[in-house]
């Protein structure tokens, strides 16, 4: 069964590590010399407009709270149908937050692919993603809470989804 924590509060840097107290402590996930991948949510949002876009305060948090263990901490997002990834990370904030704390920011839509096969796929039988993912010993999905037209709510699944280098995501399942 999955372990859920849920806070409230004002301060992003408390209530992140109140979540993750809440689940165990960052020493449960993260071990010493991990490389951590983060996945916010980033296009699809409006820049400017809170709750449409992971918090680049709630990313500096959480970077804050795994940079003493992690060897490496990447902050990723690719492309998407009708958003620019780089202009994305930049005008909601999220780039300079992980880089102010010593992350590195990667576009997923660029740089160097690997393959990867599903074996016994159904459909996917195949696809390709960027290295900067492949490297991560842990990977953290960093979701917002938003409706969706076809899937109701999106939540940390659909946020995985952005990982998928091509702008038209939808393409590579048909």
Sequence with gaps: ?????????????????EAIDLLGGIDK???????????????G?????????????????????????????????????????DKMLRETGIRRAAEDCGAEVVN?????????????????EEFEISNAITEADKIISVPVAKAHSITDVTLSLKCMFGILPEKHKANIIN
């Design 1 to 17: 069964m999955s372990m859920v924590s849920i806070v409230e509060g004002e301060d992003p840097e408390n209530m992140v590590s």
């Design 29 to 43: 996930f993260i071990k010493s010399g991990d490389v951590v991948f983060i996945k916010p949510n980033v296009c």
């Design 45 to 85: 949002g409006v820049a400017g407009r809170s709750g449409t876009y992971t918090s680049p305060e709630v990313i500096a948090a959480l970077i804050e709270l795994i940079k003493e263990k992690s060897n490496r901490i990447i902050v990723g997002e690719a492309e998407s149908e009708m958003y620019d990834a």
């Design 108 to 124: 997923l839509s660029k740089g160097e692919m690997v393959k990867k096969v599903v074996s016994d796929a159904y459909i996917l």
